[in-house]
């Protein structure tokens, strides 16, 4: 039940050993795509090799379902540290941090500057620095 009522995009990270949550997951998975529905959510399994695996049967079933899981070899802890240190990147879909990002950088750029330099009918514009370019790093 709680995987129906989190926001579609959730990463759930859990140990090999929760049997209880993987299949939770999985039949979540199942039935979203059974209904044609989409499903963004993700699911992280921890679990250092060879002291812990994910059992067989359940593998079959990822498999089988081609779900979105990702086991890695971690302690669920060094997985979450991991995860929360990651730097994502931009994408285009990503407005809230693109206009963040403008905001920082717009003040910083000159647009009729790089407008000049972009649309020159020879490449010499970029060799040859300008009167404002001189004593400054390129």
Known sequence: ????????????????????IILGYLGEYQ?????????????????????????????????????PVLHVSRSTYKAMEAIQFFTPK?????TSRIESAVGHYEPFIDFDELL?????VSNSSFDE???RDVGHKR
């Open 1 to 20: 039940e709680n995987l129906r009522v989190k926001p579609t995009r959730t990463m759930y990270v859990t140990h090999v050993t929760r049997n209880d």
């Open 31 to 67: 039935r979203k795509v059974a209904e044609g529905k989409e499903f963004e959510a993700a699911l992280v399994l921890c679990g250092r090799k060879p002291r812990y695996d994910i059992f067989p049967e359940i593998k079959d079933m990822i498999r089988s379902l081609d779900a």
């Open 90 to 94: 931009l994408n285009i879909d990503d």
């Open 116 to 120: 000049r330099r972009t649309t020159a």
């Open 129 to 131: 620095p300008n009167e």
